[in-house]
């Protein structure tokens, strides 16, 4: 009995990144930005992104504006709607005319957001994690 509270325990925390349904079998692109990360998997014109890292009471409000950055620079398209928790999103995306971009390949991006003067836009930089921020110049 004293065996069965951590094994329960061990096994919901395995299925913290499990993909959710129509998911399966496709490989993440882990997005770190503005102090989230999530594994991102995009199938035709929707995406799913799960939240991997730890955060003190996230709401959905407070982490969607950094998923959807990471959608959209994994996906290649525009997010039409974001639907979900703080933990696991689902968008339907807008790439436009044509089917959407194949999905990259899996890896692990480390993502810099530089706000422009106005603040409330700016440019998103993406790098493979074995790879350096360009530096301004």
């Not at 807008?94 to 890896?107: E, F, M």
């Not at 700016?122 to 530096?135: A, E, K």
Request: charged share 20%.
């Amino acid at each position: 009995m004293r065996l069965v509270l951590p094994l329960l325990l061990l096994t919901s925390f395995a299925a913290c990144d499990m993909p959710g349904p129509g998911y399966s079998g496709v490989a993440p692109v882990r997005m770190h930005l503005g102090g989230s990360s999530f594994d991102i998997r995009v199938t035709g014109r929707r995406a799913e992104a799960i939240r991997v890292n730890a955060e003190w009471a996230p709401r959905l409000a407070a982490v969607a504006p950094q998923a959807v950055l990471a959608i959209e620079s994994v996906s290649g398209c525009k997010v039409h709607r974001l639907t979900g928790d703080a933990a696991r999103m689902v968008a339907r995306l807008d790439c436009g005319s044509g089917p959407p971009p194949p999905p990259p390949t899996s890896g692990e991006l480390f993502c810099g957001l530089d706000l422009h003067e106005d603040g409330e836009t700016g440019s998103l930089y993406c790098v493979p994690s074995d790879q350096t921020f360009p530096q301004p110049g």
